[in-house]
């Protein structure tokens, strides 16, 4: 099997330098995961192409190719058959052999690729195997604009050869070719796609987690982490980073303006993973915003945000629209993550602000204690990608209770403004209210022969609090679901 690759149209017209560079990484890539398959697969290039050739009893070519179109930098991939130069005559013969079946009743073109000096054109090429196919192969007719099948033969100085099939790569740049960038991941449709958007434009990307409900969340992000790096980056090492950020959510519900609650979180991200980055040496910041998605991604506020640090921000999906990220996770196959990832519900302001303005912003960040955020930046734990997946510890099962028993104690974990809103009253069991980010704290100090039933509104929040506990130790910890 003979496959021969060509860089996407971006890399073509580099200067020499930074094509030689380019090239030189996807070669690179493309030997890195093909011998994962077969060591004996051989890949050679020039400053164009790149070709791949696997002895008659590698893997299946399918495999092959399913892995190539996967390798950011790719724009096509074709399988060839390549031959001596004995005539034109030949070459329609070769034609005729490979494509009679294929052409049947249906349109077709020939296009002729020529290097080298010949004493024919590759018009006359076109011609010439065009009227062969025509004529013998059963084809409804020539059609030089839209054909049905194209019928592609590239000829180099002595030797020639036919492209049975085409295939599609995934386009971008090499992995490795641009600079590395920190990507702010949680699971989501949204920075998935945005996670996988960058990988594909040939960036190579760490990503990092900030963990604001637990173990259950943590490990569904390390899922769709090493699923996105083991089909489209997996040519280059990557960290995943965890940050524990509950403590600087609780500082933020302590001291900071409900209104300003969403926009103060995401500046003490963009402030922690700033730092994070240039400690692995990453020149940008990735999130999955876009444009009025949610109040903290009005024009205004994005603008507010981006104060924080002075860290480049990208956000791929700025202009695309819910529907459009939905379809191309579907695509890329992180949808089916993301519509079973907890969504953490912790930090929802009543009227959130749309229209910050920054000194009133700094002016409630002023009222925090700046160790909640260096106490989360240092409590960082890493570990690369393609290690993500070994010490995985599934979730704790975490039993849903319906009607309690008559000592159970009911912990109520919304924030009081919420509880003040909705009171949770029972008639035979104690409400505790203690609001989830003083759940930790004050849980050592209740009496351990008791059973606590965590509750919340939409049951999120109580889940991964209570899968969280009961990982850490705590058998006595159940959730409350009247009605999830």
């Given amino acids: 099997m003979k496959l021969l690759i060509r860089p996407a149209p971006e890399v073509t017209i580099k200067s020499k330098p930074v094509r030689r560079h380019q090239m030189r990484h996807l070669r690179q890539n493309i030997r890195k995961l093909l011998k994962q398959l ?50 034109l005559d030949d070459m329609a013969e070769r034609a005729l052999a490979a494509f009679a079946g294929r052409l049947q009743g249906r349109s077709f073109a020939v296009r002729a690729r020529r290097q080298g000096n010949h004493d024919f054109r590759s018009d006359q090429v076109n011609c010439h195997v065009g009227r062969v196919l025509l004529e013998r192969s059963g084809a409804a007719r020539v059609d030089l604009k839209h054909p049905e099948v194209l019928v592609r033969i590239e000829i ?23 600079e590395s960038v920190m990507t702010l991941i949680s699971g989501g449709y949204d920075s998935s796609v945005a996670a996988y958007l960058m990988l594909r434009r040939g960036i190579r990307s760490h990503f990092l987690f900030f963990n604001l409900g637990g173990t259950a969340h943590e490990v569904g992000v390390r899922q769709v982490v090493h699923y996105l790096w083991s089909r489209y980056g997996a040519s280059h090492s990557a960290k ?17 303006n409900h209104r300003h609650w969403g926009v103060v979180l995401k500046r003490q991200m963009l402030r922690a993973a700033a730092e994070i980055a240039a400690r692995n040496n990453a020149a940008g910041l990735v999130t999955g915003d876009a444009v009025a998605q949610v109040s903290s991604q009005t024009m205004t506020n994005l603008n507010v945000v981006d104060r924080a640090c002075d860290q480049v921000v990208l956000r791929p999906l700025i202009a695309m629209d819910k529907e459009e990220i939905i379809r191309l996770a579907t695509e890329i196959g992180t949808e089916a993550f993301a519509r079973n990832m907890p969504e953490y519900c912790g930090v929802i302001s009543q009227k959130p602000v749309t229209r910050a303005k920054l000194p009133r912003i700094e002016s409630d960040e002023a009222l925090m204690d700046p160790q909640a955020l ?5 409590g960082r734990s890493e570990c690369p990608v393609d290690q993500l997946m070994a010490p995985l510890v599934t979730p704790e099962e975490v039993e849903m209770v319906t009607t309690p028993a008559l000592g159970d104690v009911i912990i109520d974990l919304r924030h009081p403004s919420e509880g003040e809103r909705s009171p949770l009253a029972l008639t035979g069991n104690p409400v505790m209210k203690i609001p989830f980010y003083q759940l930790s704290e004050e849980l050592a100090t209740l009496p351990a022969d008791r059973q606590y039933l965590l509750y919340c509104d939409r049951g999120t929040m109580s889940r991964l609090h209570a899968g969280h506990l009961r990982a850490a130790g705590y058998d006595n910890i159940r959730v409350y679901a009247p009605s999830y």
Avoid: C, K
């Avoid at 050679?44 to 399913?66: F, K, N, S, Y």
């Avoid at 002595?158 to 492209?163: C, E, M, Q, V």
């Fill in 38 to 87: 077969d060591e004996r697969i051989r890949v050679d290039g020039a400053w164009d192409r790149v070709v791949v050739t696997a002895p008659a009893d590698a893997p299946d070519p399918a495999l092959v190719i399913e892995n190539l179109r996967r390798i950011p930098g790719i724009s096509t991939i074709q399988e060839i058959a390549e031959f001596p130069l004995r005539g």
């Fill in 156 to 178: 180099q100085q002595d030797s020639y050869h036919i492209a049975h099939h085409r295939h599609r790569g995934l386009g971008g740049y090499p992995l490795g070719s641009v």
């Fill in 240 to 256: 995943f980073i965890s940050v524990p950020f509950e403590g600087v959510v609780a500082e933020i519900m302590r001291s900071v």
């Fill in 374 to 378: 260096a106490d989360a930046v240092a």
